[in-house]
């Protein structure tokens, strides 16, 4: 059985912040505010969860860190920047590969209108099986 997709209440929440605080602030300060958001809609919230490096047989304290955590679920990465670039959704995809989730959110919050600023990524995306019966 497959979990529902939780983004739509997170990208609402982000939404509701942004309306309230728009552009401007410090990337941090977004963050607490999101997680905040996100607990009162009754998920579990990890800030800055440490990102696992492991390389062959060798686990490397590299110092990688997911802006937040949903629900063991969706890895949400927050900037604050003038646009995205590649390197932004590289990072976002080489931290749902290291933590073995499937959904992240990269959320850019120096946009005017946060729906311009959001972009939804899949790892590994199959499509689901048919349940046998």
Not at 7 to 21: D, W
Not at 25 to 33: I, M
Request: charged share 25%; hydrophobic share 45%; aromatic share 6%.
């Amino acid at each position: 059985m497959h979990s529902r997709d939780l983004t739509p209440e997170i990208i609402g929440a982000a939404i509701k912040l942004h309306r309230k605080l728009g552009p401007g602030l410090l990337e941090s300060a977004y963050e607490a505010c999101l997680a905040y958001e996100i607990e009162k809609l009754g998920f579990r919230t990890e800030r800055q969860k440490p990102v696992p490096l492991i390389y062959e047989a060798v686990k490397l304290e590299c110092g990688f860190r997911a802006d937040l955590v949903v629900e063991g679920r969706v890895v949400i990465e927050l900037k604050c920047k003038e646009g995205l670039h590649p390197v932004d959704e590289a990072q976002l995809l080489s931290h749902l590969r290291l933590l073995n989730i499937q959904v992240g959110l990269l959320i850019n919050f120096h946009v005017v209108l946060l729906k311009d600023g959001i972009k939804r990524m899949v790892n590994n995306y199959q499509e689901p099986l048919a349940e046998s019966l």
